[in-house]
């Protein structure tokens, strides 16, 4: 049997051990990137063409995809007219004079309008007159304006459910000391 005394220091022996380990690593690691990095390059060539495929088709798909979130834009006012239109109509039928209260104040608070409804008549008819004649009432309303075309503006504006005819019955000028103002009168089928 052979006995062997290694006089080497720590430091020594510490140093042949790292030196060993890291040719051992020198040799491994290089392995192991070669490895590593053939299929991930075999396989990015594959992806890449791809995905400049599929940026191609995306940018021929925007034109579409455009196109259905506008109808969807589009489908949503729609649905927001008739859910409108329904609720005046209903209104309408069940509480005429709130019904007609909101198309009148919506049609005085239109934009660069100056109007002002000063007297509402409301004349019901009776549900004989109504059956013969298809309108359940009339609405006079009198009040003062800016401007005449301000009056003309509103009469187009009350055009709309629950009103069958709009007719401006008179207008006159109205003098102020320090300006001048359009008297009208209105009367209105529904």
């Known amino acids: 049997m052979n006995r062997s005394v290694n006089l080497m220091t720590d430091a020594a022996l510490r140093d042949v051990t790292i030196r060993r380990h890291r040719r051992v690593w020198l040799v491994v690691l290089p392995l192991l990137v070669a490895i590593v990095a053939v299929p991930v390059g075999m396989r990015w060539k594959e992806v890449r063409p791809l995905a400049n495929q599929r940026v191609a088709l995306e940018q021929q798909y925007e034109p579409a995809r455009q196109t259905i ?65 298809g309108r359940r009432g009339t609405l006079q309303l009198r009040g003062l304006a800016a401007r005449g075309e301000d009056v003309s503006r509103f009469v187009q504006a009350l055009r709309q459910p629950p009103f069958q005819s709009i007719q401006l019955e008179t207008t006159e000028k109205v003098k102020l000391p320090s300006f001048d103002l359009e008297s009208f009168s209105i009367r209105c089928e529904y």
């Open 69 to 133: 979130v506008e109808n969807k834009k589009l489908s949503s006012q729609v649905n927001h007219l008739l859910t409108d239109e329904r609720l005046s109509i209903l209104l309408s039928e069940q509480r005429p004079i709130s019904a007609l209260l909101g198309v009148v104040s919506h049609a005085a608070s239109g934009e660069g309008m100056q109007v002002r409804v000063e007297q509402f008549d409301l004349q019901e008819r009776t549900p004989d007159d109504t059956l013969q004649t």
